[in-house]
């Protein structure tokens, strides 16, 4: 049995925001409600769902960068929401980030080796000016870049390059678990292969654990052992990556594979289109979040939420229809 990495129990964020300039009382936005998983050691846990959906914000949460509203979150045993800053950042270095735009997350004023070589300071890891560079050098092989461009600046690199270099960042400090946020959304196609490929190739290596943010099920399908699909901040199902591909539950699943591409053309799929927009955030329905644009919907869905429900081992679904 492989242990428990990583630990989410009815996570919660809200974000307070003014919309009306004459109004006193700011409104709410649920951007996470109360979701739960778990993320075992050395496997890697997609997390899947449309843009706005709060993907990135758990993520951010997690890491530390946001405060959740209410839940906890354990981390190998350890409840990081009730530990004190200090106290967090001896954590930190074992939890870390790539981020989603690769031309945003370097700072341009450094050079590669202080943009890698900067974590190493900040957590005490290295103690000269050599040692840093030698461990910036051999990041930089890691990721398969030449070993001397830590003396140039990120606007000199490509964007494929520049998201290596964010990866090399993030295994400076030797993590146990890496949140990657959309990392080949803004890559093209080959060298998106290219970076999946690398990540699959360091947690071989550095036996490490991820946590995958993306809105592609097919590079989903590629790099997950387990998925968690969100809707409006709410999970709809989660489950072993073959359980979920093979027999998705949840209608909202069921619509996003339908939306991914066949590559044989004599192969068709049948089209789930779904009717009307992703409400508000601001003001989202009552009961289950999908109601309003589920084909299947009954009474019941317009004013209770549905509990989580294993239909079969580790595959759970929200949703009234398995109630």
């Given at each position: 049995?492989?242990?428990?990495?990583?630990?989410?129990?009815?996570?919660?964020?809200?974000?307070?925001?003014?919309?009306?300039?004459?109004?006193?009382?700011?409104?709410?936005?649920?951007?996470?409600?109360?979701?739960?998983?778990?993320?075992?050691?050395?496997?890697?846990?997609?997390?899947?769902?449309?843009?706005?959906?709060?993907?990135?914000?758990?993520?951010?949460?997690?890491?530390?960068?946001?405060?959740?509203?209410?839940?906890?979150?354990?981390?190998?045993?350890?409840?990081?929401?009730?530990?004190?800053?200090?106290?967090?950042?001896?954590?930190?270095?074992?939890?870390?980030?790539?981020?989603?735009?690769?031309?945003?997350?370097?700072?341009?004023r450094l050079t590669?080796?202080?943009?890698?070589?900067?974590?190493?300071?900040?957590?005490?890891?290295?103690?000269?000016?050599?040692?840093?560079?030698?461990?910036?050098?051999?990041?930089?092989?890691?990721?398969?870049?030449?070993?001397?461009?830590?003396?140039?600046?990120?606007?000199?690199?490509?964007?494929?390059?520049?998201?290596?270099?964010?990866?090399?960042?993030?295994?400076?400090?030797?993590?146990?678990?890496?949140?990657?946020?959309?990392?080949?959304?803004?890559l093209d196609?080959?060298?998106?292969?290219?970076?999946?490929?690398?990540?699959?190739?360091?947690?071989?290596?550095?036996?490490?654990?991820?946590?995958?943010?993306?809105?592609?099920?097919?590079?989903?399908?590629?790099?997950?052992?387990?998925?968690?699909?969100?809707?409006?901040?709410?999970?709809?199902?989660?489950?072993?990556?073959?359980?979920?591909?093979?027999?998705?539950?949840?209608?909202?699943?069921?619509?996003?594979?339908?939306?991914?591409?066949?590559?044989?053309?004599?192969?068709?799929?049948?089209?789930?289109?779904?009717?009307?927009?992703?409400?508000?955030?601001?003001?989202?329905?009552?009961?289950?979040?999908?109601?309003?644009?589920?084909?299947?919907?009954?009474?019941?869905?317009?004013?209770?939420?549905?509990?989580?429900?294993?239909?079969?081992?580790?595959?759970?679904?929200?949703?009234?229809?398995?109630?």
């Amino acid at each position: 049995m492989r242990q428990v990495t990583l630990q989410v129990e009815k996570l919660t964020k809200e974000f307070h925001i003014r919309t009306d300039p004459f109004s006193l009382r700011p409104r709410s936005v649920h951007a996470v409600n109360g979701i739960s998983f778990t993320v075992l050691q050395g496997e890697t846990l997609g997390l899947v769902g449309e843009s706005g959906c709060g993907k990135t914000t758990t993520g951010r949460m997690i890491l530390g960068l946001i405060p959740p509203s209410s839940g906890k979150i354990y981390f190998k045993g350890i409840e990081l929401t009730s530990l004190k800053r200090r106290e967090f950042l001896k954590i930190r270095k074992q939890i870390q980030m790539i981020f989603q735009d690769p031309y945003a997350s370097l700072n341009p004023r450094l050079t590669v080796a202080n943009n890698i070589g900067e974590p190493l300071v900040v957590h005490g890891l290295v103690h000269s000016r050599k040692e840093k560079l030698e461990r910036v050098k051999e990041l930089l092989a890691q990721v398969g870049l030449d070993t001397e461009y830590h003396k140039r600046y990120p606007f000199e690199f490509s964007g494929g390059q520049r998201q290596r270099i964010g990866i090399a960042r993030a295994l400076a400090v030797q993590p146990d678990l890496i949140i990657a946020d959309e990392p080949v959304s803004a890559l093209d196609v080959s060298l998106q292969a290219q970076v999946i490929n690398l990540l699959e190739d360091l947690k071989e290596k550095h036996s490490l654990t991820y946590i995958f943010i993306a809105h592609d099920l097919s590079v989903i399908k590629h790099i997950s052992d387990r998925v968690a699909v969100m809707y409006l901040g709410y999970l709809m199902e989660t489950g072993l990556k073959d359980d979920l591909f093979r027999n998705p539950l949840h209608p909202y699943t069921k619509a996003l594979l339908s939306a991914v591409p066949v590559p044989d053309p004599n192969r068709k799929r049948t089209r789930i289109l779904l009717p009307g927009d992703i409400p508000s955030p601001l003001n989202p329905p009552t009961g289950c979040v999908f109601h309003t644009r589920c084909p299947n919907v009954r009474a019941v869905c317009r004013h209770e939420a549905p509990f989580p429900k294993e239909v079969e081992t580790g595959h759970i679904v929200y949703c009234h229809l398995y109630l």
